[in-house]
């Protein structure tokens, strides 16, 4: 029903925040309320989650974080609240790492889930995320890796190929240099 909302932090609770938009105040649940900043501007991405016995809006910083969680909520047995854990003490490109790379002990060590639940997200989301957000660095470099993504891309390659070779390249290089770097890995 809403995309995002831009405005106002005015509570910050261990569950939830508020947001004021335009004089009316958004109770959002969120991964961690004290990524937030008390009377500080933002735009959190929503997504209103409507069940028989439940109506609620949840927010997120960007919109991989709430892909993420819509992802995560896919999965049999796991539902906003064990997703949530996931996201408020793991970065969205953390969590796709260690789905990716079949890390089922990383997962596990959130709140709520077990051997289950951790080998089920892998099976079901394994080589299915993709996202903005660079799965190799810190927000440095997000376009030049997903250049070179799209390059290979074009001569052929496959996700499941690239995500193992993406994250053994050095971020700093060059576009040209990563693609080269990336094509003698994938021709091992």
């Given at each position: 029903?809403?995309?995002?909302?831009?405005?106002?932090?005015?509570?910050?609770?261990?569950?939830?925040?508020?947001?004021?938009?335009?004089?009316?105040?958004?109770?959002?649940?969120?991964?961690?309320?004290?990524?937030?900043?008390?009377?500080?501007?933002?735009?959190?991405?929503?997504?209103?989650?409507?069940?028989?016995?439940?109506?609620?809006?949840?927010?997120?910083?960007?919109d991989d974080?709430?892909?993420?969680?819509?992802?995560?909520?896919?999965?049999?047995?796991?539902?906003?609240?064990?997703?949530?854990?996931?996201?408020?003490?793991?970065?969205?490109?953390?969590?796709?790492?260690?789905?990716?790379?079949?890390?089922?002990?990383?997962?596990?060590?959130?709140?709520?889930?077990?051997?289950?639940?951790?080998?089920?997200?892998?099976?079901?989301?394994?080589?299915?995320?993709?996202?903005?957000?660079?799965?190799?660095?810190?927000?440095?470099?997000t376009s030049?890796?997903?250049?070179?993504?799209?390059?290979?891309?074009?001569?052929?390659?496959?996700?499941?190929?690239?995500?193992?070779?993406?994250?053994?390249?050095?971020?700093?290089?060059?576009?040209?240099?990563?693609?080269?770097?990336?094509?003698?890995?994938?021709?091992?």
């Amino acid at each position: 029903m809403y995309g995002y909302i831009i405005g106002r932090v005015t509570k910050i609770t261990p569950k939830y925040i508020i947001q004021e938009n335009n004089g009316i105040g958004y109770i959002l649940i969120v991964p961690n309320p004290y990524n937030f900043k008390l009377n500080e501007d933002y735009k959190i991405y929503t997504y209103q989650y409507v069940r028989e016995d439940q109506n609620d809006l949840y927010g997120f910083l960007s919109d991989d974080e709430k892909e993420l969680f819509l992802k995560l909520i896919s999965v049999s047995g796991i539902g906003p609240k064990s997703a949530l854990s996931i996201l408020a003490s793991g970065s969205v490109s953390e969590v796709i790492r260690a789905i990716e790379s079949r890390n089922d002990a990383y997962l596990r060590k959130f709140p709520g889930i077990g051997t289950k639940a951790s080998q089920q997200i892998i099976l079901d989301l394994k080589g299915k995320l993709t996202f903005t957000e660079d799965l190799i660095s810190d927000g440095s470099g997000t376009s030049k890796m997903s250049d070179v993504e799209e390059a290979l891309m074009a001569l052929g390659y496959g996700k499941k190929e690239l995500t193992k070779v993406l994250s053994k390249l050095d971020a700093n290089k060059e576009v040209g240099d990563l693609i080269k770097d990336a094509l003698k890995l994938l021709a091992k």
